[in-house]
């Protein structure tokens, strides 16, 4: 099963696109649990000036960039917050029912639209605090190597 983020905003060079790749590059050595590796798609930020049309524009590039029907998920500060066995389960159940692709979208600093959220599966929260695309975008990199790690029986996670 592939693995992707899609997220508004792009990642500057720097330490957070550093890091980043240090989680996806990780994730990639992870393809005998039938998952591969992390691909990312970004959506440029709307530049509308409503809050309301900015977050609806992001939506509709966010919808259009997943091609071929793929499963959705969500980060957004409304979602549930999981363990990260939680989340690893969700995804090795994603995997072992047969999705070929799994994607994640991360909003803009609007959030993520209605449409998005209603059409994911899951929505999940790291905490009721808003936080900057980048480091949202390091924080899923990170949950999802440590899933497969907790897949894997791999010592990262300590629970």
């Known amino acids: 099963m592939k693995i992707g983020l899609i997220c508004v905003g792009r990642l500057k060079a720097g330490p957070e696109r550093e890091l ?4 996806a590059e990780r ?3 992870f393809r005998r649990l039938g998952l591969e590796g992390l691909e990312l798609k970004e959506i440029e930020e709307s530049k509308a000036a409503a809050p309301a049309e900015r977050s609806s524009r992001e939506g509709t590039e966010l919808l259009a960039a997943l091609t071929a029907d793929p499963r959705l998920a969500a ?3 409304r979602g549930r917050a ?3 066995p939680e989340f690893a389960q969700f995804i090795a159940t994603e995997r072992d029912r047969g999705c070929k692709a799994l994607w ?4 803009g600093s609007e959030g993520l639209d209605e449409r998005v959220r209603a ?6 929260s ?6 900057p695309h980048q480091l949202a975008r390091i924080l899923a990199a990170e949950q999802i190597y ?6 894997s029986g791999h010592p990262y996670h300590r629970a």
């Open 82 to 84: 999981a363990t990260s």
């Open 75 to 77: 980060f957004d500060e």
């Open 27 to 29: 994730i990639g050595a």
């Open 119 to 124: 059409r994911a599966a899951a929505i999940f």
């Open 146 to 151: 440590r899933a497969m790690t907790i897949l």
């Open 104 to 107: 994640f979208a991360i909003g």
């Open 20 to 23: 980043y790749a240090r989680y």
């Open 126 to 131: 790291f905490g009721a605090m808003t936080l």
